[in-house]
Nanobody
């Protein structure tokens, strides 16, 4: 599957933004999807993941309550709605996918090594 992330822009602190990740192929609904991010000078980190049906989303503690991951299997797209943005949210955001191993997400879905497919990244910059 090929992934194409989009939607990253420059936004002011406190603002909101929605990222999209479009997937190619006819089996999108069989993939667990996730968002990761990489800030300048830092390692890539987990942001959020969602199961094949759109249930059991979970989040990194740093974004919990502010970000929402969702998916539309009919459109082969996963979204990341980001509210109350902070300067520390500045990063390149990547979507990722792996064939689902269960119908719900697990702690393992936080690990980069679980994912077989990656998008090219989209830059989000939050100004203070």
């Amino acid at each position: 599957v090929q992934l194409q992330a989009s939607g990253g822009v420059l936004v002011q602190a406190g603002g909101f933004l929605t990222l999209s990740c479009a997937a190619s192929g006819r089996t999108f609904s069989r993939y667990t999807m996730a968002w990761f991010r990489q800030a300048p000078g830092k390692e890539r980190e987990f942001v959020a993941a969602i199961s094949v049906s759109g249930g059991s989303p979970f989040y990194a503690d740093s974004v919990k309550g502010r970000f929402t991951i969702s998916r539309d299997n009919a459109k082969n797209t996963v979204y990341l709605q980001m509210n109350s943005l902070k300067p520390e949210d500045t990063a390149v955001y990547y979507c990722a996918a792996h064939p689902a191993r269960s119908s719900y997400t697990t702690y393992a879905d936080r690990r980069e090594s679980e994912y077989d497919y990656w998008g090219q990244g989209t830059q989000v910059t939050v100004s203070s």
